[in-house]
């Protein structure tokens, strides 16, 4: 069965400094998603890309994020300058159409120091 | 805007007993409704979902969830719980039409004990 991947399972990172976090959508879907958890709280919406472009965002996703399909196959979610506040589990998703259901990855679990 | 109560944070239960997960929600437009099971360490994984027709949905596992629309909610039911479903469950919903973003709620701990 087709999944969402995600890499690293965990990053560890200071504060300040870039990360790039990584995801292989499933092969068919055309709508990817970024959603992030933090410790403890409720799983937040970011961002949805579609078409090579941002289709919507949260307030959350602000000029230090920004994402980006490289190429065919992964997607992936830049947070220029991490702080503390940015660690989270951040999970990819995608869908096949609007409206459809979501397909989780397993999460990149960051940790800023 | 929409919001999810769970109002259960954690609901512990003993193994072969039927269990009750809590969902309603608040919205001005239709909407979609899910149910996500995170299991330790693991990501999220869709469980059951209403998009239309019958308001009676099941999963493969024997999780059930009926919409209710007078009620705003959209409760997960099973009627014989076993160890292994112990996990973190999630309703969520998405506003039909212009937007493809899931709002979450708080989730619900589900604790089976043998």
């Known amino acids: 069965e087709p999944e969402v991947t995600q890499t690293p399972s965990h990053q560890v990172t200071q504060m300040g400094q870039e990360v790039i976090l990584r995801c292989v959508p499933i092969s068919n879907h055309l709508y990817f998603y970024w959603y992030r958890q933090i410790l403890g709280q409720k799983v937040e919406f970011l961002v949805s890309f579609y078409n090579n472009e941002i289709s919507e965002k949260s307030e959350i996703f602000d000029d230090q994020f920004s994402v980006e399909r490289p190429d065919g196959s992964n997607f992936t979610l830049k947070i220029r300058s991490t702080k503390l506040e940015d660690s989270a589990m951040y999970f990819c998703?995608?869908?096949?159409?609007?409206?459809?259901?979501?397909?989780f990855g397993p999460g990149t679990r960051l940790t800023v120091t | 805007a929409q919001s999810v109560t769970q109002l259960d944070s954690q609901v512990p239960v003993f193994e072969e007993a039927p269990v009750e997960l809590r969902c309603n929600y608040s919205s001005s437009v239709s909407v979609y409704l899910f149910w996500y099971v995170q299991y330790p360490n693991q990501g999220l994984q869709l469980l059951l979902k209403y998009l239309s027709g019958s308001t009676l949905v099941e999963s493969i596992n024997g999780f059930e969830a009926e919409f209710n629309k007078s009620q705003t909610s959209f409760h997960l039911r099973k009627p014989s719980v076993h160890i292994s479903d112990t996990a973190e469950y999630f309703c969520?919903?998405?506003?039909?039409?212009?937007?493809?973003?899931?709002?979450f709620g708080t989730g619900t701990l589900l604790a089976v004990q043998p």
């Open positions: 998703a995608s869908s096949v159409f609007l409206g459809y259901e979501q397909y």
């Open positions: 969520a919903v998405m506003p039909v039409g212009a937007t493809n973003k899931l709002i």
